[in-house]
């Protein structure tokens, strides 16, 4: 399986703009072929401990069955969409990808 983890750090980091994210999040990257778990949500403001990444608002979590899943949803246009509409937003984006 390929985990497909996106941390985004906002220009406007408000409550307001992090759940229309979370919301762009869920209306165009859940329900790819191939995927085994979605989850997307705020950073942990209360985990403040010297290991902990803070340098991100919203948090993507997506696990794929294949590397080829993961491929098919890199070229999706749902997931082109919720790029074109939320990328203005968007003062950092870090992508980790691993095998699982």
Not at 70 to 84: E, G
Request: hydrophobic fraction near 45%; glycine fraction near 4%; aromatic fraction near 10%.
């Amino acid at each position: 399986m390929l985990a497909h983890n996106v941390f985004f750090a906002l220009t406007d980091p408000s409550d307001a703009a992090k759940a229309k994210l979370i919301e762009a999040c869920k209306k165009h990257l859940t329900n790819h072929p191939g995927t085994v778990f979605f989850a997307c949500g705020t950073r942990a403001a209360e985990l403040d401990r010297p290991v902990n990444d803070r340098d991100f608002d919203v948090g993507l979590h997506i696990v794929f069955q294949t590397k080829a899943d993961h491929d098919a949803y890199q070229a999706a246009p749902r997931h082109d969409q919720f790029i074109a509409e939320n990328k203005a937003n968007w003062k950092k984006v870090r992508v980790f990808d691993s095998m699982v």
